[in-house]
């Protein structure tokens, strides 16, 4: 019973995720989030997925969003609930402590134009990726946007080769450093299209090819 | 690749945890109407139970409990019902089956709380038997427990598999530290760390004494005798090895710091002393408990016997058809607290003011 002590300790501590995350994507994942707030204004409501500590939360809300951000993480959002009482834009963020198995709890249909999610995906069994999309689109109006970034293997036998290198000596550090990592998901945009969206654009954000924003839209007619 | 890492993990680094993907499998070929069996996503009791099922067709929907096995994360707080009521619905369980039953781990009985699961899913859960060997036997009686399947024994065979996965962590430090600062001890302190620990877990419940550390003083007795007498039969008289005394007292020590919440049904001496010392929760690791045994109201039990069904350590007996269970054997109880989860009518509890070793 003792033994689940030394297991959690190697959990990753909230506290130093965001800089892991920064660390470990060599400064993508900071990049991307002000890429996937880019269109966002006072009229939308938007849920953003895997919230973590709010960073992406809190960018829609200095837009004039409206924001809800989901969590499984207990941890994660003590940390963000203190950002947001010292944040301008924090009385437009609610954040909820919910998983991707309560999607259907929190969110309602038809109560979003705009659901956001970094470095979720990621962390998601198929199971739960097919899910999760199938829960945005349900809460999405028509014409409410989907946008995904997170980490992708690279096209490319030598691109893969120098991705999987470099990948290897960021997450070793990162993961001693502050116990967070990324790591790859692959054939998203197929996914986006099966759970019924149109897939607008997908952005790569360095030059390795390996960190991607994928903007898909719910079609304005069924 | 990935099977050879989980044998690695599951063989040498147990206490570590290893995730596998979560999900809906089958095995064999499962149809509308074959039995769902759910468990964590530990990458070895996946691994296992699937191999006690082969042949079976049936349905395994492992739920996310960070990677650590079904008892630990279950007693922790890791392997709730909220990991199962997910994994229920991200799996769309409900259009791949007709029934509405999930047969779960009767070691998942401390964290997963039935009617929660029935009250979000809409199935209902049954307690399965405490180790995946017996689900076979269980699903041809017709989803049945004998009272061996509801028993966590500890068995020999048991012990043994805890001996080198439990053990390598701990004696892993001491290689290192031996090995490249004093390589002239390093297969001596080998011989002694793993002499010790084999004897303890073969040894373990035949040892008299209450609790863990009680039982630790025979082995460290027994060492320093063994090398008394060889002191004074090759060396210059009874003490002529005294380093080695103390050393095997520390890697006694060691060995034995939570040994009785390994091999044994009894209460973590570990958590016991961490609670003695004050550390009675620690955010996110250590949940404040009672660590009491199970007291029963009479007034409030219904006699539905599922506290029965689930205690692996068989505190309670159902004296007569139609009668109430009964707490038979309080001291046997170590405070997982899964009848008290479970119990319907809120009949149980962990009465328990302070932590006792053993308690």
């Known amino acids: 019973m003792f033994s689940y002590l030394y297991m959690k300790i190697l959990e990753s501590s909230p506290e130093r995720y965001d800089r892991g995350i920064s660390m470990a994507s060599l400064g993508a994942a900071d990049r991307s989030r002000e890429r996937m707030v880019k269109d966002l204004g006072p009229d939308d409501r938007v ?3 895997g919230t973590g500590t709010g960073a992406l939360a809190f960018l829609a809300a200095e837009k004039g969003a409206t924001v809800t951000g989901l969590d499984a993480s207990a941890g994660m959002l003590a940390v963000a609930e203190r950002k947001r009482a010292a944040h301008p834009a924090g009385d437009r963020v609610r954040f909820v402590q919910a998983s991707v198995g309560q999607m259907d709890e929190v969110l309602e249909t038809g109560a979003c134009t705009a659901v956001v999610s970094s470095l979720l995906f990621s962390e998601l069994s198929p199971d739960e990726r097919s899910y999760a999309l199938s829960q945005a689109f349900r809460t999405l109006v028509p014409g409410g946007r989907l946008v ?8 490319g036998f030598f691109r893969r080769l120098v991705y999987r290198a470099v990948r290897l000596v960021m997450v070793l550090v990162s993961f001693l450093l502050v116990q967070a990592g990324t790591r790859p998901v692959t054939g998203l945009p197929e996914m986006v299209v099966q759970e019924g969206f149109t897939v607008e654009r997908v952005e790569i954000l360095n030059r390795m090819g390996s960190f991607f924003i994928l903007f898909a839209r719910k079609p304005e007619t069924p | 690749m990935n099977r050879i890492i989980s044998w690695i993990m599951g063989t040498f680094f147990r206490w570590l945890p290893h995730r596998a993907v979560t999900g809906l ?3 064999g070929r499962p149809d509308a109407d074959s039995p769902v069996l759910v468990t964590g996503n530990y990458s070895l009791t996946l691994r296992r139970l699937l191999a006690a099922i ?6 395994v929907l492992s739920a996310d409990s960070g990677g650590i096995n079904v008892w630990c994360a279950a007693c922790g707080g890791g392997f709730t019902h909220l990991q199962v ?11 791949k089956v007709s029934h509405r039953v999930l047969v779960l781990p009767a070691l998942a009985a401390p964290g997963v709380d039935a009617r929660e699961v029935k009250e979000h899913t809409g199935f209902s859960v049954r307690f399965g038997p405490v180790r995946a060997g017996d689900i076979p036997a ?18 020999l065979s048991h012990r043994l598999d805890m001996l080198l996965s439990m053990n390598f962590i701990l004696w892993l430090p001491l290689a290192l530290v031996f090995g490249i600062f004093f390589p002239h001890a390093f297969w001596g302190v080998t011989a002694l760390f793993w002499g010790v620990a084999a004897v303890s877990y073969v040894l373990f419940p035949w040892l008299p004494g209450r609790t863990g550390y009680l039982r630790m003083l025979w082995i460290m007795g027994g060492v320093a005798l063994l090398l008394g007498l060889a002191g004074a039969q090759w060396g210059s008289g009874p003490l002529a090895f005294w380093p080695w005394m103390i050393g095997g007292a520390a890697i006694t020590t060691l060995v034995f710091f ?8 009894m209460a973590s001496d570990a958590e016991a002393l961490a609670f003695a010392l004050g550390i009675k929760s620690l955010p996110g690791l250590l949940a404040e408990k009672p660590l009491g045994r199970v007291s029963q109201d009479p007034d409030l039990c219904i006699g539905c016997g599922l506290c029965l069904d689930i205690c692996p350590l068989a505190v309670f007996e159902k004296p007569l058809e139609g009668k109430k269970p009964v707490t038979v054997r309080p001291g046997a109880c170590f405070s997982c607290g899964a009848c008290v989860l479970q119990c319907p009518s809120g009949a149980l509890s962990l009465a328990g003011k302070a932590a006792r070793p053993g308690g």
């Open chain 1, 47 to 49: 849920a953003d997925l």
């Open chain 1, 148 to 155: 995904i970034s997170d980490e992708t293997l690279p096209v």
């Open chain 2, 25 to 27: 499998r089958p095995s």
């Open chain 2, 54 to 59: 082969r042949g079976e067709d049936a349905w």
């Open chain 2, 85 to 95: 009521i997910s994994a229920v619905k991200v799996s769309r369980l409900a259009e």
């Open chain 2, 138 to 155: 269980f699903l041809a009686a017709g989803r049945k427990k004998t009272p061996a399947m509801r028993h966590a024994d500890f068995s």
């Open chain 2, 258 to 265: 939570d040994a009785a919440g390994i091999v044994a049904p």
